[in-house]
């Protein structure tokens, strides 16, 4: 884990959450019980910053919790397009949807409820990014699911992947397995490139070949 002054530093060199994240970071904190699964600030910008450099016409995020990341990802859609954001915690449904309708980006972001690995064949496009940030145990057919679908050059971006440091345990549990099998199934797969950074709990950048 990265030091408390660093992490610090580290934010406070980093361009501030606007009026909506920042009241959905509050809220996620106050009304759920596992708040640290949101994105955040820092991770938050990255993925923002990433998707204005990407220019993505059809985004996919696995996996919305409380709407914070699509939020972020939603500000580098060109211009008439779209994020298909999936969750399956109905109880969430209310907080993300309360904050996607207060976005100026409200028509490109569609909310489905539902078991991601039902949802996905049905969704008939063609995806330029993904972010997967769903069960652990299912990263590796999520990404068989979704790499047929990415465009050429196409990224996508898998959150967890250090799983607190545990990826390095000598006796892995079972959702440090699962993990740890993604990362190694990615390492091999030659019709990609990656990169893996040590931002917040580890993110693997995949791009398609």
């Given at each position: 884990m990265i030091r408390a002054d660093l992490e610090k530093y580290i934010e406070d060199h980093t361009s501030d959450e606007d009026t909506l994240l920042y009241d959905l970071n509050r809220k996620t904190n106050l009304r759920t019980t596992l708040p640290r699964?949101?994105?955040?600030?820092?991770?938050?910008?990255?993925?923002?910053?990433?998707s204005k450099i990407?220019?993505?016409?059809?985004?996919?995020?696995i996996?919305?919790?409380?709407?914070?990341?699509?939020?972020?990802l939603v500000k580098g859609l060109v211009e008439g397009g779209i994020l298909y954001t999936i969750e399956s915690n109905v109880e969430l449904e209310k907080i993300i949807q309360d904050h996607i309708s207060k976005s100026e980006n409200e028509n490109k972001i569609k909310l489905i409820m539902g078991n991601a690995?039902?949802?996905?064949?049905?969704?008939?496009?063609?995806?330029?990014?993904?972010?997967?940030?769903?069960?652990?145990?299912e990263?590796?057919?999520?990404?068989?699911?979704?790499l047929p679908k990415l465009s050429k050059g196409g990224l996508i971006?898998?959150?967890?992947?250090?799983?607190?440091?545990?990826?390095?345990?000598?006796?892995?549990?079972a959702d440090t397995k699962s993990l740890l099998e993604f990362n190694t199934y990615i390492k091999n797969d030659k019709s990609v490139?990656?990169?893996?950074?040590?931002?917040?709990d580890g993110?693997?950048?995949?791009?398609?070949l």
């Amino acid at each position: 884990m990265i030091r408390a002054d660093l992490e610090k530093y580290i934010e406070d060199h980093t361009s501030d959450e606007d009026t909506l994240l920042y009241d959905l970071n509050r809220k996620t904190n106050l009304r759920t019980t596992l708040p640290r699964m949101i994105s955040g600030k820092i991770q938050g910008k990255f993925l923002e910053l990433i998707s204005k450099i990407a220019n993505p016409r059809v985004i996919l995020e696995i996996g919305s919790f409380t709407g914070y990341s699509a939020l972020c990802l939603v500000k580098g859609l060109v211009e008439g397009g779209i994020l298909y954001t999936i969750e399956s915690n109905v109880e969430l449904e209310k907080i993300i949807q309360d904050h996607i309708s207060k976005s100026e980006n409200e028509n490109k972001i569609k909310l489905i409820m539902g078991n991601a690995l039902d949802v996905i064949p049905k969704i008939e496009e063609t995806f330029d990014m993904v972010f997967i940030d769903a069960n652990k145990a299912e990263y590796l057919r999520y990404y068989k699911l979704v790499l047929p679908k990415l465009s050429k050059g196409g990224l996508i971006i898998a959150d967890n992947v250090l799983w607190s440091g545990k990826v390095t345990d000598q006796n892995p549990d079972a959702d440090t397995k699962s993990l740890l099998e993604f990362n190694t199934y990615i390492k091999n797969d030659k019709s990609v490139e990656q990169v893996m950074l040590s931002i917040r709990d580890g993110l693997l950048v995949i791009r398609k070949l």
